[in-house]
T-cell receptor, first 110, second 113 residues
């Protein structure tokens, strides 16, 4: 079993749709959580951190459930420019090991 | 502010040839440094990480090696490339303060022919 697992995707949604990505992690030593975005043939870039209290950045909302070891990302009012691969990221206690999910591909269509 | 650079951006190498990818970080000291590989259509695979000069941990057996000759310099090498070494190689750094996230260089596209 992979340490970080994401929805397989791809997700194909129309502009303006709301889309949710899910991610589960298996190691309870996991301490920090993030969502990254990766465009085709580019490096991953930090999208947002994920906190237990939930956090929002414009159209993006991230949630963490430590009891269920579950992370989510919600994108509202999808734009064409949101098309990318979204990676769930977990950092272990001590900060030495960063584990990436395989990513979920999102296609937003006009 | 901190920046990370890696080079070359793209390269095409014949099977059996050597490889050297270089990465440097500016604006910080004693960072944790990483080399990842991403094969076409696949996730990121951690190859090496380093918590200090001369300290290298390998995550997967392979014909690649890494070195950290200076605090902010991380090098990925191979003596003889295989076809399976083709992929997108990413250098990354992470502050030693726990809880902060990881930042990537622009990546190096390697095609072994």
């Amino acid at each position: 079993r992979k340490e970080v697992e994401q929805d397989p995707g791809p997700f194909n949604v129309p502009e303006g749709a709301t889309v949710a990505f899910n991610c589960t992690y298996s190691n309870s030593a996991s301490q920090s959580f993030f969502w990254y975005r990766q465009d085709c043939r580019k490096e991953p870039k930090l999208l947002m951190s994920v906190y237990s209290s939930g956090n929002e950045d414009g159209r993006f909302t991230a949630q963490l459930n430590r009891a269920s070891q579950y992370i989510s990302l919600l994108i509202r009012d999808s734009k064409l420019s949101d098309s990318a691969t979204y990676l769930c990221v977990v950092i272990h206690t001590g900060g030495f090991k960063t584990i990436f999910g395989a990513g979920t591909r999102l296609f937003v269509k006009a | 502010s901190q920046t990370i650079h890696q080079w070359p951006a793209t390269l095409v190498q014949p099977v059996g040839s050597p490889l050297s990818l270089e990465c440097t970080v500016e604006g910080t000291s004693n960072p944790n440094l990483y080399w990842y590989r991403q094969a076409a259509g696949r996730g990121l695979q951690l190859l090496f990480y380093s918590v200090g000069i001369g300290q290298i941990s390998s995550e997967v057996p392979q014909n690649l090696s890494a070195s950290r000759p200076q605090d902010r310099q991380f090098i990925l090498s191979s003596k003889k490339l295989l076809l399976s070494d083709s992929g997108f190689y990413l250098c990354a750094w992470h502050p030693t303060v726990s809880g902060n996230t990881i930042y990537f260089g622009e990546g190096s596209w390697l095609t072994v022919v």
